[in-house]
């Protein structure tokens, strides 16, 4: 079994930055990907950013050159660099992992005050 804990959400003001992590624990196969989700009130969970093993990388069209996803696989742990936060930013972040199976972290808010 793999359990994701997030931390590094909070309050921040508009163009300010945050930086999130997660870390796995359990037996976690070699190939596999990490990354962030988020939901926003009233709307479907999308994708932020996503990162595998070998360090390839997919993000938003709306937080690219904003937001930098980074992991250290020594420490089976994932990043989320958040730069020029935006209001619309604000929702609840889950950390993802995807091998055999699909793990969610418990989610961490992030809210960017205007």
């Known amino acids: 079994q793999v359990r994701l804990v997030e931390s590094g959400g909070g309050l921040v003001q508009a163009g300010g930055s945050l930086k999130l992590s997660c870390a796995a624990s359990?037996?976690?196969?070699?190939?596999?990907?990490m990354g962030w989700y988020r939901q926003a009130p009233g709307k479907q969970r999308e994708l932020v950013a996503v990162?595998?093993?070998?360090?390839?990388?997919n993000y938003a069209d709306s937080v690219k050159g904003r937001f930098t996803i980074s992991r250290d696989n020594t420490k089976n742990t994932v990043y989320l660099q958040m730069n020029s936060l935006k209001p619309e930013d604000t929702a609840v972040y889950y950390c993802?992992?995807?091998?055999?199976?699909?793990?969610w972290g418990q989610g961490t808010q992030v809210t960017v005050s205007s």
């Open positions: 359990g037996t976690i196969f070699g190939a596999n990907v």
């Open positions: 993802n992992l995807r091998e055999m199976a699909n793990y």
């Open positions: 990162i595998s093993n070998n360090g390839y990388t």
